[in-house]
């Protein structure tokens, strides 16, 4: 079983630090016997069932690589750097931060008028170069920071430029092989969460785990006469063509990671795998960590957060999570820990939701800081060379991609 194990400033492993309460995951497998006393979670009043551990177990899925390779034989493949250099982008504006109930002093990006305010596609992960790379530049010197949207049966990412003040959109897809050809298909997750770690994107796949998509495999169908950027109601090979929806872009989806114990429940129920709401990076730690939780509302169980070393996941067996906890609210839409301290955003339906500071102490959660921030905060990525953690407001019209001050975010 797992315990509490959240203060990742104690020993090298992230969430296993301070006192350790017997229940670090790499123990707890063969830990005490159900029943035993473990640390209530912050604001539940009562005992909780302790973690197991392997209901955090991932194992790789179906391996794409195959057609991810025969796409790359008949589309044009571009990179990160190309695609924001490239002509045809949107340009980021100002003045959305008031609307979407920004705070003052922070820092904001709104996106164009039918961008921000559009129902069809709603904002939801945020992630950046900071989380991928130490030195916080990718390949060309460009900064970029990424958002994804879904509409119900897509995902898209957006690429920010900061520095341009730009933006492009790209359209996940998964690839598979159809009479011997290679095509793709829509990718139809919620996309909660993303998570840009060296040449890798992990997407949160709500029931089943994580997407796993690569920074290399960009293909640009305006290029090399094989795609098209027409017909929006197409995806995939149509008549020898490619199509995505109308998009210039897509990226494909590499490998996927499920939970070995099969896929989570339609709502929390506080045992088995983990409903995979959002995630993020914690770079602060050794090894590094991939960040999960779960969105839980009033009335379900408590909702969990759980880190896996994020090196494992180049093993390609069965990734074990390394901590696991039961977070101290409900309603939790992201989280990002840096240097020991968390943050949670809460979503309050229409009013501005709030923003919880606190930290582990091996025996439970400290107590725990709230602040009023944004309409619909989602996602958290800690950006360390700026000393900020973004995050999204997702409502249309008030809709905005800002960033708050965390000195501890370094």
């Avoid at 630090?17 to 035993?36: D, F, I, Q, T």
């Avoid at 922070?106 to 164009?112: D, E, K, P, Q, W």
């Avoid at 090979?237 to 995505?244: E, F, I, P, V």
Wanted: glycine share 14%; net charge positive; proline share 5%.
């Amino acid at each position: 079983m797992i315990n509490s194990l959240l203060d990742a400033t104690a020993r090298p492993r992230p969430w296993t630090a301070a006192a350790v309460v017997a229940g670090v995951l790499a123990a707890a497998a063969s830990a005490a016997a159900p029943g035993a006393a473990h640390a209530a979670p912050a604001g539940t009043g009562a005992l909780a069932a302790p973690l197991n551990p392997r209901d955090f177990d991932l194992r790789p899925g179906t391996d794409r690589g195959g057609p991810v390779r025969a796409l790359g034989d008949r589309l044009r493949r571009t990179d990160v750097s190309g695609l924001l250099r490239a002509s045809g982008h949107a340009r980021l504006g100002g003045g959305c931060g008031k609307a979407a109930g920004v705070p003052a002093g922070s820092l904001v990006y709104c996106f164009t008028r039918s961008d921000g305010t559009t129902r069809s596609w709603v904002p939801q992960g945020v992630t950046s170069v900071s989380d991928a790379a130490a030195g916080e530049r990718w390949a060309g010197g460009v900064r970029p920071i990424v958002v994804s949207w879904h509409n119900g049966g897509r995902v898209r990412l957006t690429f920010v430029d900061p520095d341009r003040r730009t933006y492009r959109h790209v359209l996940l897809v998964e690839p598979v092989m159809r009479g011997g050809r290679p095509t793709y298909t829509d990718v139809g997750v919620h996309a909660g969460g993303i998570a840009w770690y060296g040449d890798k994107l992990y997407v949160a796949d709500t029931r089943h785990g994580l997407r796993e998509f690569d920074m290399r495999q960009i293909f640009d169908l305006a290029a090399g006469g094989a795609g098209s950027t027409g017909h929006a109601d197409r995806i995939g090979l149509h008549g020898g063509t490619y199509y995505a929806h109308g998009f210039r872009y897509v990226m494909a989806q590499t490998n996927d990671w499920e939970f070995a114990r099969g896929s989570a429940g339609a709502k929390c129920r506080g045992t088995g795998p983990l409903r995979m709401s959002w995630t993020a990076i914690d770079r602060t730690t050794r090894p590094h960590v991939l960040i999960a939780g779960e969105y839980c509302r009033t009335g379900w169980a408590r909702g969990r957060v759980v880190t896996w070393p994020l090196e494992d996941f180049a093993g390609g067996g069965t990734v074990r999570a390394d901590g696991g906890a039961r977070l101290p609210a409900d309603m939790i839409q992201g989280a990002v820990r840096t240097h020991g301290r968390w943050w949670f955003t809460q979503s309050l339906g229409s009013k501005r939701g709030r923003l919880l500071s606190t930290r582990h102490t091996g025996q439970g959660w400290a107590a725990v800081q709230r602040r009023t921030i944004s309409y619909g905060p989602e996602d958290l990525s800690c950006y360390r060379g700026r000393h900020r953690v973004f995050t999204l407001a997702e409502h249309p019209g008030r809709r905005a991609l800002w960033a708050f001050r965390a000195p501890s975010c370094s």
